[in-house]
């Protein structure tokens, strides 16, 4: 769908409006007609005028058919009005009314159905309802009753999306006081037709639009969301988001204001790093992204080195940025030389660095030291502790330095002495708090850094067998051969179903070996004593099957048998799991398995596909990675092989389609380098028929 | 040692002062005259006159035996000036000049060592070196050479306490922004005599001061500030606290600018957490507690009732809140009800409150709101979003709520369009920034609810056996039977010698037995195959004596014997072990063992002593607490007999004394509940003579 009529029209009927510029239908007429709008025709059938134009009884009345129509009347009265308005060829709408689907009322619910019902036929552009409207600063455009946007405000290149009215507004003020200017300030509403993704789009290819900041709350279609991010790192543009709901409260009071599908947390995170969005943890991190976007293409990640002219204030900025992800890497032993032999006394040189208060004293000393920590390759923005008057007085060192330098340079003022717009006009950056800064910069960083990053896609041939219809998992059996065919490597068993089959197969598979019983009723089978371990001879080996099978049936479940396979010695279990987000889709898990996912929550997520590397790095972001990397002398673990079958597990499931529900492989064991891993234990479990068993971890 | 004289003189003598009211001996000049303090004497040896004041050639000539000298010179003629000052009878001086340890020179740190000795001798009082003096707003006397600090200012009731110059600048601005008033300023420089404990003794008995908010850097002496926060907990009075450091490159940076002894973070942790103080993850924190802290006593704790206009600002706060360690109760379901009653629709009011945009039409609304979420007990704090106009127009209404609630009330506004004094001045807090706000109420509110809690004192009246002077360590079973006379359950072990001994020892103990090799000179036994478990027959027993006295002999160390001792079957392994901090003493940590210490950090810390109390709340606090709590159905463990056994651990340390280096027990193998919790293992480390062994645990 195209939003042009929508977010940039060229004419505007007001329907509902009123010669009372604080009410809704008041207030989009004193802005248009404040912006000098001129097609704009206020529609109201009790007043031949508003606000001192020429008002029409009805929409058949305006004598041109217009871009858009802006409805200000009442929910019951406002699908009469859209029909009326498609029926004159008008391509596009804006719904104020509430009583939508964010009352949580069948009623409601129904109305909004009705509404997007309207839209999907007509091809009607219908936006909210209960939304606030937008606001269009580089063509001077208000549809909103909101009081926050007024005409006459500098026009910028920065985006503003919110699913929330009242955040539009509060964000668009600490933007403004952040020293960010808008191109566009756009708040969704319910998003019965035109979603907060096809706002992204619209943005992604407006040519005044550089950046976006994002507040989301709930994301209806995952995979447009990925469509529309990609397009923004495409056009090389900006997108940075706060998603609201990162504690349980805030999640629960969010999903019940608004009408859509509860995505899982880990699956936003893990959505927002495949979109490879911004991530901002505090409301005023977002404003700051925009800010730092503005200040041009300088900031190439976040290690930063820090001159600071108090030895505490670049302690603390460490702290904060090394908090906040951001890095403040150790110098080079010729910048250190360098910087030591500018700065009197024994001060820190290795970064932080301490210039001490000599910066008062020596004429180009400040120059010199910027000079000398833009040098190292891996600094990607130097940082200035300069409060009140020592950057007063050293303002001309900094300018100069950055009109030159290939990197940004930001500068933190906490006296809050300087004027923030002047400088970013010289390209420096200014922050009058230390944690403020570190997020913004850290964030910053981030974002640049995972733009050079990509995901091979994932590329197989293999198919999956034929999934049984009549059951709602695969066997450990079936769905290890399954996996095998993906290349994930499997633990070949031997399923035994008699005694005398079990004293074969045992000496088959060769000692010591695991029994386990095969079958998919049967949830945590060590605790049942359906698992057995170190069986060392063909006599234990029938032992354990009798007992395990007359186990079993004392607990009436489906039996398909007992497995033998070789019990492995030595390598570390890791598990490798994956399963469907209702907004995002298929998502891989990895963690150390056990205890370690269930009670230390070390566990990490990827969206499909992820690729070999992809799957290191996740293993490697592991707090218990330690235990896979020659812990207490341990030979260190395949982690490179380890990260294969990971892939081919998620490659498998991709390829797998709507029947598969989960896919999980646990143990994954990974043996000392050299080794391999291999998956000792798999389970799928089906969409159909109706699932009987849960995900035992999260 | 008392600081009238330094922090409230009656008379001033200032030594170099200087006509230049810019010059570090002109400030201090100017800003007396400034604040009509009368009986001040520069001191100037070239001219007859500073600042239109009558100028002395030598402290000599001063007419009146002053409280205080402000000696402005360089570091070179300080002393000499301070000898001629304390021959006078002067008993206070403030030391400007840099040169002392700070530059980590040996000529300044023996300056510094100077400087120290002459104030022990002489009992003089000295501030400084290295410090920018101070101001004392309350009774208008300014002895720093700052030009943050200016008579006239509003007086108030805070007091800032700080370790380096700059943040004094930077707290001071940043607090004034956020509406603080301030008792006294100080800033401690290099504190080679008056320290930052003598500081708070001060402020804690200073009537005009009701809270401190410190930044610290390094802490020379644990005992003495622990003495100074319980003055101020005893006095009713909030210490806040940011420390630096938090990070690796933090630490280190502060470290090189300070000349004092490096504490451990957790040490720093621990202590702060045994002072009771507010502790400020971020700067901007530290300006809020004190800010809050003005409101009067009606914070009680960190859990909020949120009532919103906006179900986005309630979730946001949710989410603020929770991450900054408050908490947002779900409200009782009377309170639900009645809210549900007021607010149209299906809001939510389980908490967050989402009153919707109700709040304008109704009247009393916004009022019967507040009164039915200060009514449930466990509710310490109503916080109220109404942006902008939402709260000019509801200002009556919250006024009233104010002035008869008995817990407090805080208005967020992210439109930031209130005056934020009027509303303190009614009790009313404020903020424009939702995280901002959270951190400093959940920090805040921690505070109050620790303040309640306290610490039984170690009682024992146990004494340690005679310790080796000839041994850096006690053997496993020596160190046991000493822990066992304090009540430390342990597993009692046979110690044998020979293979003879062996097997009689083995047939007493019982199977299955650990054998463990005996030597104070092997750490990571289990590695070099010094310790075998589950051995299930006497021949088992002497074998393995035999192989691992073999093993050890060729490792050529100090052999005592093999332990026998019955191995435990069941049971969860945690650790407990003491260490000594440089500044803060003795610190005991709690872990889950091994990996989970060693990979997750997953331990925590407290200075002793710690009673039964205080050790069960570590364990609880454990991120894999879950272990000990019937983790998959295991049985609950004993942990009321595990806290006790920690806390005999901590009486044992304490009762040890100097010759005591390290105590760990480790494992101490807690048992299911009932059954108790018994140390497997102990190592007890001596200070003398030069230690072989390291801590193996962090």
């Known amino acids: 769908m195209t939003l042009l009529p929508l977010l940039a029209p060229r004419s505007i009927a007001v329907i509902g409006a009123s010669d009372n510029k604080a009410r809704i239908g008041g207030v989009p007429v004193d802005l248009l007609i404040r912006a000098k709008f001129e097609r704009l025709y206020p529609v109201n059938p009790k007043s031949p005028a508003v606000?001192?134009?020429?008002?029409?009884?009805?929409?058949?009345?305006?004598?041109?058919?217009?871009?858009l129509v802006v409805v200000a009347v009442s929910a019951d009265a406002t699908l009469d009005q859209l029909e009326r308005a498609h029926a004159l060829g008008i391509p596009a709408a804006i719904v104020y009314?509430?009583?939508?689907?964010?009352?949580?009322?069948?009623?409601?619910?129904?109305?909004?159905?009705e509404l997007t019902a309207f839209a999907e036929r007509t091809g009607m552009v219908v936006a909210g309802p209960n939304c606030m409207g937008n606001a269009n600063f580089t063509d001077a455009v208000f549809t909103t009753f909101g009081q926050s946007f007024q005409p006459g405000e500098t026009a910028g290149n920065t985006a503003l999306l919110t699913q929330s009215g009242n955040m539009c507004a509060t964000l668009f003020r600490m933007a403004r006081r952040a020293g960010v200017t808008f191109s566009h300030v756009i708040n969704t509403g319910n998003e019965a037709n035109v979603d907060f993704s096809d706002y992204l789009d619209f943005l992604a290819a407006d040519a005044s639009t550089h950046s976006a900041l994002c507040y989301v709350e709930e994301l209806r279609d995952g995979a447009k969301f990925l469509a529309a991010a990609a397009r923004f790192r495409a056009a090389g543009k900006l997108l940075a988001v706060y998603k609201v709901g990162a504690s349980e409260k805030g999640a629960a009071a969010a999903r019940s204001h608004t009408a859509a599908l509860a995505g899982d947390t880990a699956a936003y995170d893990a959505a927002f790093l495949k979109a490879g969005v911004?991530?901002?943890?505090?409301?005023?991190t977002l404003s700051d992204l925009g800010y730092l976007h503005t200040l041009g293409d300088k900031i190439g990640g976040g290690n930063c080195a820090i001159l600071s002219i108090s030895g505490a204030a670049g302690a603390i900025l460490s702290d904060a940025l090394s908090l906040a992800g951001g890095d403040v890497p150790t110098l080079p032993d010729a910048v250190q030389q360098g910087l030591a032999a500018q700065i009197p006394g024994h001060s820190m040189v290795s970064n932080p660095v301490d210039m001490t208060g000599n910066i008062v004293n020596a004429n180009d000393f400040l120059s010199e030291c910027i000079r000398l920590v833009l040098e190292p390759d891996d600094i990607d923005v130097v940082l200035l502790?300069?409060?009140?008057v020592f950057l007063k007085n050293a303002l001309d060192q900094v300018e100069k330095a950055a009109a030159t330098a290939g990197k940004a340079l930001i500068v933190i003022d906490t006296f809050a002495l300087a004027d923030r717009d002047a400088l970013a006009k010289a390209g420096i950056g200014y922050f009058d708090d230390f944690d403020r800064a570190a997020k913004a910069i850290a964030a910053y960083g981030a974002w640049k850094t995972a733009r050079a990053q990509a995901t091979a896609p994932a590329v197989t041939t293999a198919a999956w067998p034929q999934l049984p219809d009549d059951r709602s998992a695969l066997s450990e059996t079936e769905g290890k051969e399954a996996l095998a065919l993906f290349g994930v490597p499997v633990v070949r068993d031997a399923l035994v179903t008699t005694a005398q089959e079990a004293r074969v197969?045992?000496?088959?598979?060769?000692?010591?070996?695991?029994?386990?019983?095969?079958?998919?009723?049967?949830?945590?089978?060590?605790?049942?004593?359906?698992?057995?371990?170190?069986?060392?001879?063909?006599d234990a080996a029938v032992d354990a099957f009798e007992q395990m099978m007359a186990k079993a049936r004392s607990m009436n479940v489906?039996?398909?048998?007992?497995?033998?396979?070789?019990?492995?010695?030595?390598?570390v279990e890791i598990l490798a799991g994956v399963t469907r987000d209702p907004v995002f889709g298929w998502m891989l898990t990895v963690g150390l398995g056990g205890v370690w996912t269930e009670l230390m929550k070390d566990a990490t997520h990827r969206l499909l596909p992820v690729d070999a590397a992809g799957a290191e790095a996740m293993l490697r972001s592991l707090k218990g990675f330690g235990l896979l990397d020659g812990y207490r002398g341990a030979p260190k673990a395949d982690v490179a092989q380890a990260a294969k079958a990971i892939a081919a597990l998620g490659d498998?499931?991709?390829a797998g389609g709507s029947r598969l529900r989960e896919v999980e492989v646990n143990p994954l064991l990974v043996m000392p380098q050299g080794k391999g891993a291999v998956a000792v234990d798999a389970l799928v479990l089906l969409t159909e028929p109706e699932p009987v068993r849960t995900r035992e971890v999260a």
């Open 97 to 113: 009314a509430s009583g939508y689907a964010e009352t949580n009322e069948a009623d409601g619910i129904a109305r909004q159905a």
């Open 505 to 538: 197969q045992a000496e088959a598979v060769g000692f010591p070996l695991v029994a386990k019983l095969v079958s998919p009723d049967v949830a945590h089978k060590t605790e049942h004593g359906l698992i057995r371990l170190s069986l060392q001879t063909a």
């Open 558 to 571: 489906h039996i398909e048998g007992v497995t033998f396979e070789p019990m492995l010695q030595g390598g």
């Open 51 to 67: 606000q001192g134009l020429k008002a029409y009884p009805a929409i058949e009345d305006v004598p041109e058919t217009v871009d």
């Open 652 to 654: 498998a499931v991709l």
């Open 385 to 388: 502790y300069l409060p009140g």
């Open 278 to 284: 911004a991530r901002a943890s505090e409301l005023s």
